[in-house]
Every structure is written in structure tokens, then in C-alpha cells.
């Protein structure tokens, strides 16, 4: 019991930045996977504007409404968890290179956008978490920059997005 106490006393002592860090990857980033074909310029265009911008720092997550999934009104007044904004940063370049420009349909899974932004772990008993690219998604479509399809997932129990679309924040964010 005193052994913990001195812990918890340590930890609240020591400054953060030299606490280790409770992310498995802090600075994800979205690596395309090697494909042959050509994209439109403005999906170029999108995805550059995305990565150079910081879109979780933008103004639209202090002054948008949002609604909740259980029906609540609620405005976004505090700032995003760091590593939650930049799980979003890399999560919306992903978007931006796999969007349907006509449909406005994201052409990627949740899985695999969470392996190429960086957000997946894998336990050592081999269980893949795609948690922190869910709970982004989460944030960004309480946000309402995109609209899901959510199935059942018999494995975790859960509902999981199935397919996205991005709305018209989305562009307003990504630029």
C-alpha cells in the first residue's frame, strides 16, 4: 500500500513530459499504400491541403453544434486530447486520398485506415485494436464532418463503422 501511495506521489511530482508515454504510436502519420493509379488533382490537392493544416486545431470543433448518438445537443468548448487531434490530423489525410470525390464515399475500411495512419496495435497474443482510430472516427462524426454506417460485430460486441461519408465540414477542415 505504501509502495503505491509513493507512486501515485511520484507521478503526480514528476512532469508529464518525462512520464513515459500511454500511446503505442504518438505521432501517427497516414502512409498510402504502393498503388498504380493516377488520383484526380483535386484529390492531390485535398490531401495536401489536410496534411499541411493541423485540421483538429481548426475553429469549426469550438463553434459547431453537435449532436451526440444518444440525441444530446452539445457544443465542442474544450480543446481535443493531443493524441486524440493528431489521430484526427492523420486520419482525415487518410480520408482525403481514399474520398469519392462524386459520392463523397471514403473507399477504405476502418481497419485498414487505421494500419495506414498508424493507429492499430496488436496484443501479444495476436488480437488486432483498431480503439483509437474508432474513437476518432467517433469524435469526428459527433462533429458531424462524417456520416457512418455502423454493423454489428460479433467479436468485440460492438458496432463498428462500415462505411463513411464526408460532409461538406469535412472540405471545410481539410483545407
Not at 509502495?3 to 511530482?13: A, G, V
Not at 481548426?58 to 444518444?70: D, L, M, R
Not at 459527433?142 to 460492438?158: A, F, N
Request: aromatic share 6%.
Amino acid at each position: 500500500m505504501s509502495e503505491m501511495l509513493l507512486t501515485n506521489q511520484h507521478k503526480r511530482h514528476t512532469p508529464f513530459s518525462l512520464r513515459r508515454c500511454y500511446v503505442c504510436n504518438p505521432h501517427p502519420a497516414y502512409i498510402p499504400p504502393k498503388e498504380t493509379s493516377n488520383k484526380p488533382a483535386i484529390i492531390k490537392a485535398l490531401t495536401k491541403a489536410a496534411r499541411e493544416t493541423r485540421p483538429s486545431r481548426h475553429e469549426a470543433w469550438y463553434t459547431t453544434i453537435s449532436v451526440k448518438k444518444n440525441g444530446d445537443i452539445k457544443n465542442f468548448i474544450k480543446r481535443l486530447n493531443e493524441h486524440r487531434a493528431r489521430a484526427i490530423d492523420a486520419l482525415i489525410v487518410a480520408m482525403s486520398d481514399r474520398l469519392n470525390i462524386i459520392s463523397g464515399k471514403v473507399e477504405a475500411s476502418v481497419e485498414q485506415l487505421a494500419n495506414w495512419c498508424g493507429l492499430s496495435t496488436e496484443s501479444e497474443c495476436g488480437n488486432k485494436s483498431i480503439t483509437r482510430c474508432s474513437k476518432a472516427i467517433i469524435t469526428l462524426e459527433e462533429l458531424g464532418v462524417i456520416i457512418c454506417e455502423r454493423v454489428w460485430d460479433k467479436t468485440t460486441g460492438t458496432y463498428i463503422p462500415k462505411m463513411m461519408w464526408v460532409t461538406e465540414l469535412f472540405l471545410v477542415l481539410s483545407h
